[in-house]
């Protein structure tokens, strides 16, 4: 990245509607958005920056350092073909930054720029978001159950869901269970517990120590 040469800072002020910030009436603007390939001034450009930079990627023409396809982003655009195409979809130059910028038009305005600089078709809508399923272990364990096998668990004496089972069934078959494992144990060990375990060693599994 090097620091863009007055023959750069020339051919990108020249271009038509540079000479004027893109979203005010202030003369000979000196930041830009490489995000939309225009120009704007000090005042606007913080506005710009408080989008954050996956809306808008501010730079400062004279200071900062800018990358050879940042360079052509800013060659290929310019404030005229920016607002003149926001223009058609009713977004006037001067419409707030944050509702100028913060629509799918002006977002689809930086994939058309993107795809002329590399030679690409331009696209005519957004991609769409992909939204990935949850996983497993930030569900609850009746949750779990229902979306394994297609249909739910088929094991009556399991801890997932059945195939079909509500919520309400879910916890009353699961309690159930419970039961009739403390009713197993306590035929098996007696009242006191497992024996010489104890009652004290049964009781640190579930209770505070």
Known sequence: M???????????????????????????????SVSFGNVFCLECSGVHRSLGVHISFVRSIRMDSWAPKQLDLMRA????????????????????IKQKYENDHAQL?????????????????????????PSSMNRPMGAVGSSMGGGGSQDANGME???????????????????????RMKAKFGGGGMGGVGSSGMQGIGSNP
């Open 2 to 32: 090097v620091q863009m040469t007055p023959e750069d800072q020339a051919v990108i002020k020249a271009l038509p509607g540079n000479d004027t910030c893109s979203d005010c009436h202030v003369k000979n603007p000196e930041w830009a």
């Open 77 to 96: 655009g310019g404030n005229d073909k920016l607002n003149a195409y926001l223009k058609t979809k009713n977004i006037q130059k001067t419409t707030p």
């Open 109 to 133: 305005y930086k994939e058309i720029l993107k795809a002329r600089v590399e030679g690409r078709p331009e696209p005519t809508s957004l991609p769409k978001k992909t939204t990935s399923a």
């Open 161 to 183: 869901r059945l195939a079909g089972e509500t919520e309400q069934q879910y916890v009353a078959r699961q309690t159930r269970l419970r039961e009739d494992a403390r009713a």
